[in-house]
């Protein structure tokens, strides 16, 4: 598939989505959501990659959905038909970064309103510029948090500060969101790729397989019960013994030194 609306990079280890819709403020509509899709299904293909870093270009991550495109459904009398169909592309990619087998790091340059900013939610880490803000503006068009925001918001806060983000609707800092805990770094904006990078490949060199199944864990954790999560996490940890990975981190920390890890 040849895109227009994103770039694919990569930096050894590390593969780079560029959102690349800059005068579209990088939207998630129908045709973004498609290419980005289709961009994380050929990364995961690829064994070689073992970090992914999700990041716009301009002065947005990306301004969350097409406001104008909602209009014209609204002047045809279909807008629960495109609702539907923009929001299947969308919903796949937020199960899809939630059981992506390789860590996956949002770099939020700019606004991260709506969709934009759950995309950057569904991440496993976030560094922020100094300068960016988010927002879950969908109240303002009367629709729910959507791209999962939800399940993100009340899983991840308080359900007073929850429903405060959601109910309102109003701009939130990089330095706010990093005291709730929902950003991980914020950086001066001329740093944000290279820290990005930087994080990335320390991601790309550790024990993958075991970011992998941590994650598949975290999912399941939202919805077992204690003492069934525990015997689910204690096979996968009997399981983690078997890995080359395993025996070189055991090796190494015996010796004092650091493990080479290969992701398998």
């Known amino acids: 598939m040849k895109f227009s609306y994103i770039t694919m990079e990569t930096f050894g280890k590390v593969v780079v989505i560029r959102l690349n ?5 990088n939207r998630l509509d129908k045709e973004m959501g498609v290419e980005l899709q289709s961009a994380l299904a050929r990364i995961e293909e690829k064994e070689a990659f073992r970090a992914l870093i999700i990041i716009g270009s301009g002065k947005a991550f990306s301004a969350g959905g097409d406001i104008k495109g909602m209009l014209t459904s609204l002047d045809e009398g279909t807008p629960d038909t495109y609702m539907d169909e923009l929001t299947v592309p ?23 309103v709506g ?33 999962g925001g939800t399940h993100l918001l009340i899983n991840q806060l308080s359900w007073q ?19 709730l805990g929902l950003v991980n770094w914020v950086v001066p904006r001329e740093e944000l790729e290279q820290a990005a990078r930087s994080i990335a490949e320390r991601l790309a060199n550790g024990p993958t397989t075991v970011y992998r199944r941590t994650k598949e864990l ?13 015997e689910q996490e204690r096979e996968v940890q009997v399981q983690s013994t078997l890995t080359e990975d395993y025996a070189r981190g055991v090796r190494a920390v015996n010796q004092k030194g650091d493990a080479e890890f290969i992701g398998r």
């Open 21 to 25: 819709a800059p005068e579209r403020l």
């Open 90 to 112: 969308l919903y796949d990619i937020a199960l899809q970064l939630r059981r992506f087998p390789i860590p996956v790091v949002a770099a939020v340059n700019g606004y991260a």
């Open 115 to 147: 969709a934009g900013m759950n995309l950057a939610l569904c991440c496993d880490l976030i560094v922020a510029a100094d300068t960016a803000s988010f927002a879950q503006s969908f109240c303002k068009l009367a629709l729910i948090p959507g791209f």
């Open 161 to 179: 500060k929850a429903a405060e983000i959601a109910f309102f609707g109003e701009t939130v800092s990089a330095g706010e969101l990093h005291r």
């Open 218 to 230: 975290f999912l399941s954790a939202l919805h077992a019960d204690f003492p069934e999560h525990l």
